[in-house]
């Protein structure tokens, strides 16, 4: 059974940073993706990056990409999001998710602008965490 953890939430003033991590587990094969959104209240899911576990191949969202980069740590099986410079907008709950054989060609796609950056397409949701920016 796929299980995604998600943690590293909290709260941070205008300015900081956390890092929220993504614990993978049930995964029989390196093909799938893992993706980092987040929805705040009365606001629709903004997906924020997408990595291919398979092919190593990384999307981050033009909206977040000056601020927000994602690395993968295999051994752990962990996929992490680094949030600089934080700001009062950016609170939301932060969930990760994965998707199965047709990651890698999600990724490439999203690279290409071919495809918007949904949730739809992700099978296996972590429980969130919540991550809250005072000014």
């Known amino acids: 059974e796929v299980q995604l953890q998600a943690s590293g939430g909290g709260l941070v003033q205008a300015g900081g940073s956390l890092r929220l991590s993504c614990e993978v587990s049930?995964?029989?094969?390196?093909?799938?993706?893992i993706g980092w959104f987040r929805q705040a209240p009365g606001k629709e899911r903004e997906g924020l990056s997408c990595?291919?576990?398979?092919?190593?191949?990384?999307y981050v969202a033009d909206a977040v990409k000056a601020r927000f980069t994602t690395s993968s740590d295999n051994a752990e099986n962990t996929v992490y999001l680094q949030m600089n410079d934080l700001q009062p907008e950016d609170t939301a709950v932060y969930y990760c998710?994965?998707?199965?054989?047709?990651?890698?060609?999600?990724?490439?796609?999203?690279?290409?602008?071919?495809?918007?950056?949904?949730?739809?397409?992700?099978?296996?949701w972590g429980q969130g965490t919540q991550v809250t920016v005072s000014s």
């Open positions: 049930g995964f029989t094969s390196d093909n799938y993706a």
């Open positions: 998710a994965s998707m199965g054989v047709l990651g890698a060609t999600f990724v490439r796609s999203l690279l290409a602008g071919t495809i918007t950056f949904s949730g739809q397409t992700f099978d296996h």
């Open positions: 990595t291919s576990r398979s092919h190593g191949t990384v």
